[in-house]
């Protein structure tokens, strides 16, 4: 089955992280070579996925949130990961191998897949996942993210070959 990346594409809010503003063009841009890193001991970010042009009438079967996150400062670095439906919060999950915290390597954490929306048994579709946002909390250890991406498992539709 095909899949596609869903890329934040808008920061609604950020405080204690380092870039101060726009978190999303670091963190979004498919690059190992940029970070985003905790710069205070209180810190949150909020990204926006509006970004799913492709997947107009497909039938979505699963995403996966990933995260490309290590330690910055201290072992014991994890983040609390949030992700939202415009009618409200979906899920929560923690990330970083908690309770040992992320390693000092840049490694990918992933969520579990989720195969339907926020009601439990509404199918996925693209304009469900255009309303989601992600909240990130760290706790107060310090941590660097890479990346942050959403992997979408979708079924092609609209092919008549025959052969």
Do not use: W
């Amino acid at each position: 089955m095909p899949t596609q990346i869903l890329r934040p594409d808008g920061t609604t809010s950020q405080t204690g992280m380092s870039p101060s503003s726009n978190i999303h063009t670091v963190i979004g841009d498919n690059d190992d070579s940029t970070n985003a890193f905790q710069s205070q001991q209180t810190a949150n970010y909020t990204c926006t996925f509006d970004n799913t042009s492709g997947l107009s009438g497909a039938t979505i079967d699963k995403f996966v949130f990933s995260f490309r996150a290590k330690q910055d400062r201290r072992p014991g670095s994890i983040v609390d990961v949030r992700i939202q439906a415009t009618s409200g919060a979906y899920t929560s999950f923690l990330l970083g191998n908690p309770p040992v915290g992320f390693t000092t390597t840049l490694t990918t954490y992933e969520s579990s897949e989720f195969t339907t929306q926020d009601d439990g048994s509404t199918a996925l579709d693209a304009s469900y996942l255009d309303g989601l946002r992600v909240l990130i909390t760290p706790n107060n250890i310090g941590h660097r993210v890479t990346e942050m991406f959403i992997t979408v498992t979708y079924q092609e539709t609209g092919y008549g070959n025959t052969v």
